[in-house]
């Protein structure tokens, strides 16, 4: 995926100068690679994708000592992903869990072994995450970290010294960058409030910086904040806190390019009317409406649906499941001149998330159908939905 930036984008003097170009400066846009995408008899789904300029993804895992697992080192996963993926992103391999044990010793492998992968194959990579502000996803010292007498500056450096070397490791791969990560509590719709916020003085402080970094270190790179609002009654005040979010962002300058989109779509209860979750259609446009009316580009990062309601009938479950994927990309799809990279998070039921995040699970203890691909590889009606919302571009 190549690069072309709108407008001239300086580079940043100085990180302590905090000197903020609007991120408009910056914005990138993304256009699709001239050489052709990877085919199979029907029309991968990526091949799909980019005839109307977007790439087609999906997330992996690495597999270093669990080649059972929707990764690079289990060979029929892998071979899906490379016959209908031209794009991949790393499930967990990028998070500071995985890349920073300590605060002075970083560890790639887990990530190097997906780029290899990657560049092997010809796909692309997308960058997840630089920072997911939450504490929980911390890793251990950095939650219980001394700043000593000069905590912001401390702090500060800790996070863009972080920044610089992952982006500078990976700067010829990842032209697309999760920089922050769902930094938004669901249950208060403020901020979250980390180590590193109270030693900068406020998560706002922290974000800011951690785009900064990464514009500073890629002038030219797509920089997402991520997110998973979506569009269920019950993110209604999720979605005005992010609006407020990328509102902050754009008053101060901070070089967000692109709303990351997770879409992890929810049936946690059954309309009648219509069989799938009810949704707010009309709310989800506006919102939107008003994130591309600032400017901000789309990107859907982690597709996936929870099918925790459904009957537990395959034919009848993956049905309804297709049929809501429709709803949602029939949205989505309206915003084709905004809307960039779609991906899902992973490609088979057997490895999907859903199937051990406990609010998902299904009382009936079947597993979750919430992919393209069932278990034994076999595509579902899901596929089919995604196939015909990209053609519609």
């Not at 960058?177 to 769902?182: C, S």
């Not at 719709?189 to 890629?218: K, Q, W």
């Not at 039921?349 to 034994?376: C, H, I, M």
């Amino acid at each position: 995926m190549t690069i072309e930036t709108l407008h001239h984008c300086s580079r940043r003097a100085a990180l302590g100068g905090l000197a903020a170009l609007p991120a408009a400066a910056c914005a990138p846009t993304l256009v699709a690679p001239a050489a052709s995408p990877k085919l199979d008899a029907k029309g991968s789904l990526d091949s799909i994708a980019r005839s109307g300029g977007r790439r087609f993804g999906t997330a992996v895992a690495h597999g270093i000592g669990n080649e059972n697992s929707g990764s690079v080192a289990n060979t029929k996963y892998a071979e899906l992903v490379k016959s209908e993926c031209g794009l991949v992103v790393p499930e967990n391999a990028m998070k500071w869990q995985a890349i920073r044990p300590s605060p002075d010793r970083y560890d790639f492998s887990q990530m190097d072994t997906i780029v290899r992968w990657a560049k092997a194959n010809d796909m692309d990579v997308r960058g997840h995450v630089l920072l997911w502000h939450r504490p929980e996803w911390f890793p251990d010292w950095l939650n219980t970290y001394d700043f000593g007498t000069s905590p912001a500056s401390e702090a500060g450096h800790i996070l863009s010294e972080h920044i610089r070397l992952v982006t500078e490791r990976y700067a010829d791969t990842i032209v697309s960058h999760d920089v922050v990560n769902e930094a938004i509590d669901h249950g208060t719709n403020r901020p979250i409030e980390t180590s590193l916020s109270r030693a900068m003085g406020s998560p706002e402080a922290v974000m800011d910086l951690a785009f900064h970094s990464a514009r500073e270190n890629l002038p030219n790179a797509q920089l997402v904040y991520n997110d998973y609002m979506s569009w269920e009654p019950a993110h209604s005040s999720h979605m005005t806190a992010v609006l407020r979010l990328l509102e902050g962002f754009k008053k101060r300058g901070t070089p967000v390019d692109a709303l990351g989109i997770q879409s992890h779509i929810e049936i946690m209860e059954v309309d009648p009317v219509t069989g799938v979750s009810p949704y707010r259609e009309r709310e989800w446009r506006k919102f939107l409406d008003e994130v591309t009316g600032m400017g901000y580009r789309l990107l859907i990062t982690e597709f996936d649906v929870k099918d925790k309601a459904l009957p537990a009938d395959i034919a009848t479950r993956d049905r309804l499941v297709a049929e809501y994927t429709r709803r949602y990309f029939d949205v989505m799809m309206d915003y084709d001149s905004m809307l960039d990279d779609i991906l899902v998070w992973g490609m088979v039921d057997q490895y999907n998330w859903l199937q051990y995040f406990d609010p998902s699970k299904r009382a009936d203890g079947l597993e979750v159908r919430g992919t393209p691909y069932s278990s034994d590889y076999q595509a579902k009606p899901m596929r089919e939905a995604l196939a015909q919302a990209l053609k519609r571009t």
